[in-house]
Nanobody, 119 residues
Framework: QVQVVESGGGLVQPGGSLKLSCTAS????????MGWYRQAPGKQRELVATDSDGSTNYADSVKGRFTISRDNAKNTVYLQMNSLKPEDTAVYFC??????????????WGQGTQVTVSS
């Protein structure tokens, strides 16, 4: 089994910063992509940022404000969020694509962490 745990969400004022963390554990052989998605109330889940073996991709709405990074030794991905706006308010989900030690290829999600940007 693969476990994915996020942390770092919270309440922040507009213009502030937060850093999310996500750590994967369990029967992992290799992780070839990690990323962050978000879902605001009444909206579909959307891509925020992904890192696929060092190649990064960002939603246009967060380019220049958010930075994704990985620590492969710790199976951890981070999302540094700066200049936060109220429209960034959402539940943020970590996603990883991994091959397990049982040679299965899977898509794994965390439980989500709430980010609220409000004065």
């Amino acid at each position: 089994q693969v476990q994915v745990v996020e942390s770092g969400g919270g309440l922040v004022q507009p213009g502030g910063s937060l850093k999310l963390s996500c750590t994967a554990s369990g029967s992992i052989f290799t992780i070839y992509a990690m990323g962050w998605y978000r879902q605001a109330p009444g909206k579909q889940r959307e891509l925020v940022a992904t890192d696929s073996d060092g190649s990064t991709n960002y939603a246009d709405s967060v380019k220049g404000r958010f930075t994704i990074s990985r620590d492969n030794a710790k199976n951890t991905v981070y999302l540094q969020m700066n200049s936060l706006k109220p429209e960034d308010t959402a539940v943020y989900f970590c996603n990883l694509k991994a091959i397990t030690i049982f040679q299965t290829d899977g898509d794994y999600w965390g439980q989500g962490t709430q980010v609220t940007v409000s004065s």
